[in-house]
Each structure stands twice: as structure tokens, then as C-alpha cells.
């Protein structure tokens, strides 16, 4: 009987177990180690070949031999979000290298608690307000601590805070929560980080954000939505922090292919 109990609590936890932070963790840490030593031998050991999605780079399934993964970059700066819920990370990485820098974002995803995909946006000089100075100093200057258990966002609230800024690119009348002070970080350009800063300073419209994927983390009260940026599907991740679901900071990475979006 006891064991029969066992055996219906085992099995019980296997059906609604997900992804563990430490499980995700260990994953990203390969991520980062391919990227810093150039070698991906160890990161592809970690993938589901029998459920593999494919490797992207800007929106683009590329071959993973000939990606960024194979250039060994000195990463300054790296902060990962975990969602055990549909077992998907997010990481930011920044390369601040006055020769080649580079700013990536990387979400990874999982099935079988393996890699099944590598989504990345790779940005550098050139691309939608690059400057890697000015991304590397502002991001030591937040706060994206864990949040009080019991201050935690739902992960609704979460993903809805980050659809409402989105929408509002092709929707005026979206209303956004809007938290004081809020931050957008652009590329490495920086709004006002005084008390009052606030990020509802207009947005172009008739904008469409399109082919959203999320990684939702509720206890950095985080979430990174990869999207197809306007008509023109520019490859871009906006990663938002909540609190008490109100938006904090948003950072941004776009490549458009011509320099500064031909804007
Ligand atoms: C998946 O396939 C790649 C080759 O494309 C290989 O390098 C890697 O070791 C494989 N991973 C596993 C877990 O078998
Ligand atoms: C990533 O960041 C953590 C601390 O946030 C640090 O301990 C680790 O060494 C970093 N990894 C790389 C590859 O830079
Ligand atoms: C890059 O950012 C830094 C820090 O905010 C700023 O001092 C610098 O003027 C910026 N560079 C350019 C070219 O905008
Ligand atoms: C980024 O690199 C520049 C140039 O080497 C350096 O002056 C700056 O302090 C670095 N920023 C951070 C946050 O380490
Ligand atoms: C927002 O505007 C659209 C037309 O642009 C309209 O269809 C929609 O009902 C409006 N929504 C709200 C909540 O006002
Ligand atoms: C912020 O706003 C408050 C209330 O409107 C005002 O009293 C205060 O002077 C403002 N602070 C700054 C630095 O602008």
C-alpha cells in the first residue's frame, strides 16, 4: 500500500514537474562557456537532437557552425531570467570590447530538460542606437533583484504588462502600466534614471510587433519577448522588469541590417 502510494506521489510529481532553476542554470552556464571559449562541443552535448527546433540568430535559422557561438568573445556583463513554466531562459550579454563589441540576447529553450533551441539577436555597431559603453554602465546602475515572495507579480500580470507596451506600437488606446520610475534602454542610449523618469513618452504607431516568444520569470518579476519588430520584421528582444505590475525598465536590442534602422 505504502509503496503503491509511493509509486502514485512519484508519479504525480513527474507529470506536472517542468524545469528547475538549478537545471536551467546549469544549461545557460554552457551557453556562456561556448561563447567565451569559441567551442561549442559541450554546449551541443546538452541538446534534444530528437525534438531540435534549429539555431537562430536575428530571426534567421542559421547553421550553428558558422554563428557567433564559434567566436570566442571576452563577456563582461551576463544576466539570465528562468521560466520553469514552459521551461524557456532568457540571457543578456554584453561583450564591452572597444574593438568588437558586441550586445546579444539569447533565449534558450528546452524539452526532456535538453537544449531544442537557440534563439539569438545579435547586435553591434550599426545597429538600432549601439553603444556598448553607455549598455554596459547603465545596466549596473538597476536593480533587477529578486522580488519578495509575496510581492511577486502573478505570471499573468506579467506578460500582460509587457503585451500592453507592445501593442501600444500599432494600438494607441492600449493602456500600459506605467511604473515610476521607468527606463527604457535602448541599444545603450539611456532615458531619464531621475525619480520621475518615465517611459510614456510616445511611441511611432502603426507599428506592428509581431511572432512574440516569452520567457516569464516571476521572481525577478521579468519577462523577454523576442519579436518581429514592424512591417519591416526587424529582429528585436524587449526585456522587461515589473514590479507590483508596473513596468520599471525595458531594454531593447534591434538589428535592422542598415545602420541605425536607416533611420
Ligand atoms: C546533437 O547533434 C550534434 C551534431 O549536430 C552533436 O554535436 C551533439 O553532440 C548531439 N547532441 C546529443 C546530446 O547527442
Ligand atoms: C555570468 O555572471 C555571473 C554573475 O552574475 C558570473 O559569476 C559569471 O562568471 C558570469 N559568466 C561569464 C561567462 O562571464
Ligand atoms: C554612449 O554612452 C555613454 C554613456 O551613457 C555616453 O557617455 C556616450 O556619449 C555615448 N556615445 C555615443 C556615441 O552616443
Ligand atoms: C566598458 O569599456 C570601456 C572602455 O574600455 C570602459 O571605459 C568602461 O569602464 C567599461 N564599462 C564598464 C561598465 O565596465
Ligand atoms: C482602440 O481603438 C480601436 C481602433 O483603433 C478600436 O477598435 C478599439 O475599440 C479601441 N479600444 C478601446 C479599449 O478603446
Ligand atoms: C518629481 O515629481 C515631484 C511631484 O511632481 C516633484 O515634486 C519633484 O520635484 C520631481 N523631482 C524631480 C527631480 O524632478
Not at 538549478?22 to 546538452?46: C, H, I, N
Not at 527546433?53 to 567566436?71: A, C, M, P, Q, R
Not at 554602465?137 to 533587477?144: K, S
Amino acid at each position: 500500500m505504502l509503496n503503491l502510494l509511493l509509486s502514485t506521489i512519484t508519479l504525480a510529481a513527474t507529470a506536472t514537474a517542468h524545469c528547475t532553476r538549478p537545471q536551467l542554470a546549469e544549461a545557460v552556464d554552457t551557453y556562456l562557456a561556448a561563447q567565451v571559449s569559441g567551442q561549442t562541443p559541450a554546449f551541443k552535448a546538452r541538446f534534444d537532437n530528437s525534438t531540435w527546433l534549429g539555431y537562430f540568430e536575428n530571426n534567421k535559422k542559421v547553421d550553428i557552425n558558422t554563428g557567433i557561438l564559434n567566436k570566442a568573445l571576452p563577456i563582461t556583463h551576463n544576466r539570465t531570467i528562468y521560466d520553469t513554466t514552459a521551461c524557456v531562459t532568457y540571457t543578456e550579454v554584453i561583450v564591452n570590447s572597444t574593438t568588437d563589441p558586441y550586445v546579444l540576447g539569447t533565449q534558450l529553450k528546452f524539452a526532456n530538460h535538453k537544449i531544442n533551441k537557440v534563439d539569438s539577436i545579435v547586435t553591434k555597431p550599426g545597429d538600432w542606437l549601439f553603444n556598448v559603453t553607455g549598455y554596459a554602465y547603465w545596466v549596473t546602475q538597476e536593480d533587477w533583484s529578486e522580488i519578495p515572495t509575496e510581492k511577486q507579480d502573478a505570471r499573468d500580470t506579467i506578460k500582460k504588462a509587457a503585451d500592453a507596451y507592445l501593442d501600444l506600437f500599432n494600438a494607441p488606446n492600449t493602456t500600459v502600466p506605467w511604473g515610476t520610475p521607468c527606463v527604457r534602454l535602448e541599444g545603450g542610449l539611456y532615458g531619464d534614471p531621475g525619480p520621475n523618469g518615465t517611459c510614456a513618452v510616445g511611441v511611432p504607431s502603426g507599428v506592428p510587433i509581431g511572432n512574440r516568444r516569452y520567457v516569464v520569470d516571476e521572481i525577478f518579476g521579468a519577462v523577454d519577448v523576442m519579436v518581429e519588430f514592424g512591417g519591416s520584421k526587424w529582429p528585436d528582444t524587449h526585456e522587461f522588469r515589473i514590479v507590483g505590475g508596473k513596468i520599471r525598465y525595458v531594454h531593447t536590442m534591434t538589428h535592422c541590417g542598415t545602420p541605425n534602422c536607416g533611420v
